[in-house]
């Protein structure tokens, strides 16, 4: 049975993995094409944790409110991430690098936590959602192999 490229047998092996830069900037000859990274970004929101709020705010608002509303959403998102996409592509620096550099080691942490919460947050607001809606469509209700025991009255 053959292992993957990069495992401990490869570094006991004398074959030296490859940086990941997290303390430098990525060097023009590992960075990766705009077609590559397009793409990661157009398929990342594909998903129905993302279809079904997007679904109701279209269904609350009016297909043409709604859809103004997703429109202006999406050009406010864009225009961020291209601004730190453009900075990242032309330094090759990660978000972290530039953050310590723009904020400082704590205000870095600072950036960063925000940053994780608002990730963390959007996807469980995306995921609770989609939870409800489907509940609410079909019906579904907690299985039975989970359902609660019934409460038994001792004399």
């Not at 709020?53 to 998102?77: E, H």
């Amino acid at each position: 049975m053959t292992q993957p490229s990069g495992t401990a047998q490869d570094a006991h092996a004398g074959i030296e993995l490859e940086s990941e830069f997290e303390h430098s900037p990525v060097p023009p000859s590992h960075r990766k094409s705009l077609l590559t990274v397009s793409a990661v970004w157009f398929g990342f929101p594909m998903i129905l944790t993302n279809a079904v709020p997007g679904g109701l705010v279209v269904a609350l608002l009016g297909f043409w409110q709604g859809l103004a509303a997703i429109l202006v959403a999406n050009v406010i998102m864009f225009a961020y991430v291209s601004l730190l996409s453009y900075r990242a592509g032309q330094t090759g620096k990660s978000f972290s690098l530039q953050a310590t550099e723009t904020f400082g080691t704590a205000g870095y942490a600072i950036a960063s936590g925000f940053l994780s919460t608002v990730v963390v947050g959007w996807f469980a607001f995306n995921t609770g959602a989609t939870g409800a809606s489907l509940n609410e469509a079909f019906g579904w209700t907690r299985p039975s192999w989970r359902a609660r025991p019934a409460s038994s009255s001792s004399p």
